[in-house]
């Protein structure tokens, strides 16, 4: 059997090469030289046995997505890559332009001034399209074909990073895909992403975002991983979240909410809580209300994401809305809340609009 390269964590793959010969020193150079440097290129590497990677490169592969797109903003700089699998599946990632102080890379209110890119972030996919089908989101409509696999979530950040002007010091998993429907290549990309001698991304800078997969979510704190973890919750009722998320139906509040109090007792991290804000939907004083009931006692993080829905179906909130949304927030959540900048919304790059370029105009 073929032994695919890019498809180990550190430890698993000195296993894996040292029959032919590889001591681990000489893994770990090679590991480093695919993952940390990026090339592809294997022949001559320092400190390896040239016989013993001839033996190795003859039972081997070292595949690569095909990139066939990419669409830059010419509003905020984000950019969209479409990849395509070796089986022709369609998957997308988005890289995201942070300036040096935080923050995203918008113009100044009321200035034509940008402030300069300090470094990136990475949205990248964990499936072919998404079995989750939340109702408000390309992804979901466009159906689901298979789980990634991992070489092919970390090719995404090793392709786009190979091209980026700066360094990817961050990757969020909230590309096409529910990444704990594919919980064993997620986790095991992100070691790769995290190990200092695979891409070198802090833990603590590599968000796993969740719709509600409770088992995987008491999974995840059983194994005590380091990244960050992000809850997509989006309504506070039952039956309000049934409507929109469809997984409630398997998992609901109560369920969800159990496990994430059982995540949340092994971290010192605050849980983030992401809530797509829609007009008329779930921005009323009531759902502040019951949001307030359902996070009681959780230090959470609450990020806003306005809807995007090319589509049209659903609208982002009022102003006016959002402003009361806030105001009732503040009065019964008593935790910090941020509206966070969903961009790139020009080429379908924001939340929500990954679907294989099928809407891209
Ligand atoms: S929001 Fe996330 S979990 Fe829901 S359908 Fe879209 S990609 Fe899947």
């Known amino acids: 059997m073929t032994i ?15 029959p032919f010969g590889l001591s681990e020193p000489a893994a770990r150079r090679l590991f480093a030289h ?19 990677l001839e033996r190795l490169l003859a039972a081997a592969e070292l595949p690569r997505l095909l990139l066939e797109r990419r669409h830059v903003s010419p509003t905020d700089g984000f950019t969209k890559y479409l990849f395509r699998t070796r089986d022709g599946g369609r998957i997308e990632s988005v890289l995201i332009p942070l300036p040096a102080q935080g923050g995203p890379n918008q113009r100044r209110p009321g200035t034509a001034e940008k402030r300069p890119i300090g470094h990136y972030t990475m949205c990248i996919s964990s499936q072919v399209g998404c079995p989750l089908a939340c109702d408000f989101c390309a992804t979901g409509r466009m159906g689901f074909a298979r789980n990634l696999e991992t070489w092919e979530i970390v090719d995404q950040v090793l392709q786009v ?27 095991r990309a992100a070691r790769i992403l995290s190990s200092p001698a695979g891409l070198g991304i802090a833990a ?3 968000t796993i975002s969740t719709a509600g997969i409770a088992p995987a979510i008491r999974r995840y704190a059983r194994e005590r991983w380091k990244f960050r973890l992000a809850i997509s919750l989006t309504a506070a009722q039952t ?3 049934r409507l929109l998320m469809p997984i409630e139906k398997k998992y609901d509040l109560r369920e969800l909410m159990a496990a994430v ?10 849980v983030m809580i992401e809530y797509v804000a829609m007009r008329g939907i779930n921005c009323s ?22 809807v995007n829905d090319a589509a049209g179906i659903y609208v982002p ?45």
Do not use: W
Request: glycine share 10%; with cysteine; proline share 6%.
């Open 4 to 18: 695919n390269l890019k498809n180990h964590a550190l430890d698993e793959f000195c296993a894996v090469v040292r």
């Open 34 to 52: 695919l993952f940390a440097h990026g090339r592809e290129q294997v022949e001559g590497v320092r400190g390896v046995s040239p016989r013993a």
């Open 161 to 187: 990073r190979a091209e980026a002007p700066l360094p990817v010091r961050g990757v969020v998993f909230m590309g096409q895909g529910e990444p704990f429907l594919n919980y064993d290549h997620v986790i």
């Open 204 to 206: 603590k800078a590599i």
């Open 239 to 241: 039956d309000k979240r």
């Open 261 to 270: 109090r059982e995540y949340a007792a092994t971290t010192t991290q605050r």
């Open 285 to 306: 004083v009531e759902d502040a209300r019951a949001l307030g009931a359902l996070l009681a006692g959780l230090k959470v993080r609450f990020n806003i994401i306005e």
């Open 317 to 361: 909130p009022t102003p006016d809305e959002l402003a009361r949304f806030r105001a009732a927030l503040a009065e019964h959540l008593h935790q910090p809340v941020v509206r966070r900048y969903s961009g790139g919304q020009d080429v379908h790059a924001g939340c929500g609009m990954l679907a294989a370029f099928g809407a891209t105009p």
